[in-house]
T-cell receptor
Framework: AQSVTQLGSHVSVSEGALVLLRCNYS??????LFWYVQYPNQGLQLLLK??????LVKGINGFEAEFKKSETSFHLTKPSAHMSDAAEYFC?????????FGQGTTLQVKP | DAGVIQSPRHEVTEMGQEVTLRCKPI?????LFWYRQTMMRGLELLIY????????DSGMPEDRFSAKMPNASFSTLKIQPSEPRDSAVYFC?????????????FGPGTRLTVT
């Protein structure tokens, strides 16, 4: 069965600092992996996705994630946090079309 | 493209009343998903359709919930009768499932409050 674990329900960083949001997945077959962002009172927006090919995936707003099969991880990073990055972030996995979401990580950015 | 359209954006109703949530997917998409989001349970998939046919409704909490997709451009999620524990944000999402493409596009959600 597929599952997703996001380590840390809340992450706080200072503006300009590195952002690291952790995601580990469990899947018996090669997964497709996604990161979504949700701003307050809005729907989810796709940040980036991994299907096949290059394991380092670049997304919108300067975010990127690296698929590490040996570690079953797909952590999201951004070199320098901006105040506008404050939001909730969801990692998701699928290979059937049905997305399995993690519980979400709220990113707080302090000035 | 206008994106996924949901209506209403906010709904306040009394316990026992029928509630109908509406969704218009992105034109050309062949899969549609209904999700519920709460603080306690996070984001839950309720049901999804492929080519207007329900494929997996295992997430529908109970018989009070029903969903239909009469055509490729419209879907409804109905709760009858509604209960306070149904209060949540309900999202509709659509995708064009072909090959490796599983990317889903979400609507803005309907915030339901049952008093």
């Amino acid at each position: 069965a597929q599952s997703v674990t996001q380590l840390g329900s809340h992450v706080s960083v200072s503006e300009g600092a590195l952002v690291l949001l952790r995601c580990n997945y469990s899947s018996s077959v090669p997964p497709y992996l996604f990161w979504y962002v949700q701003y307050p009172n809005q729907g989810l927006q796709l940040l980036l996705k991994y299907t096949t090919g290059a394991t380092l995936v670049k997304g919108i707003n300067g975010f990127e994630a690296e698929f590490k099969k040996s570690e079953t991880s797909f952590h999201l990073t951004k070199p320098s946090a901006h105040m506008s990055d404050a939001a909730e972030y969801f990692c998701a996995v699928t290979y059937t079309g049905k997305l399995i979401f993690g519980q979400g990580t709220t990113l707080q950015v302090k000035p | 493209d206008a994106g996924v359209i949901q209506s209403p954006r906010h709904e306040v109703t009394e316990m026992g009343q029928e509630v109908t949530l509406r969704c218009k997917p992105i034109s050309g998409h062949n899969s549609l998903f209904w999700y519920r989001q709460t603080m306690m349970r996070g984001l839950e998939l309720l049901i999804y359709f492929n080519n207007n046919v329900p494929i997996d409704d295992s997430g529908m909490p109970e018989d009070r919930f029903s969903a239909k997709m009469p055509n490729a451009s419209f879907s409804t999620l109905k709760i009858q009768p509604s209960e306070p524990r149904d209060s949540a944000v309900y999202f509709c999402a659509s995708s064009y499932h072909w090959g490796d493409n599983y990317e889903q596009y979400f609507g803005p959600g309907t915030r339901l409050t049952v008093t």
